[in-house]
Nanobody, 122 residues
Framework: VQLVESGGGLVQAGGSLRLSCAASGLTFSGHAMGWFRQVPGKEREFVAAISVSGAMTYYADFVEGRFTISRDNAKNTLYLQMNSLKPEDTAVYYC????????????????WGQGTQVTVSS
């Protein structure tokens, strides 16, 4: 499995970024997918997940309507549109196949990509 995240960068508070995740080596259209993030010294945490078809989406409480997860099964690509970014959103963002329900989601496997750094300045 290869997961390649991109789209991160440095942005001011209130700004926006769109993350992408190109997946290969797995049946992308057969898995729910998710975004997770990690700050140094802390455990990786769930951000958002999307069902196989894309019809259902799930978000961590801290998202508060600011992020939108989407997927393109024809391109094996997952996206995360992040608006109204806050300094506390600063982290490395990762994608992975996901398992879970409601706001409780975890990675399907330990196959992680390199992640993409998001830094939000105040």
């Amino acid at each position: 499995v290869q997961l390649v995240e991109s789209g991160g960068g440095l942005v001011q508070a209130g700004g926006s970024l769109r993350l992408s995740c190109a997946a290969s080596g797995l049946t992308f259209s057969g898995h729910a997918m998710g975004w997770f993030r990690q700050v140094p010294g802390k455990e990786r945490e769930f951000v958002a997940a999307i069902s196989v078809s894309g019809a259902m989406t799930y978000y961590a409480d801290f998202v508060e309507g600011r992020f939108t997860i989407s997927r393109d099964n024809a391109k094996n690509t997952l996206y995360l549109q992040m608006n109204s970014l806050k300094p506390e959103d600063t982290a490395v963002y990762y994608c992975n196949a996901a398992v879970g329900v409601a706001t409780v989601w975890g990675p399907h496997s330990d196959d992680w990509g390199q992640g993409t750094q998001v830094t939000v300045s105040s």
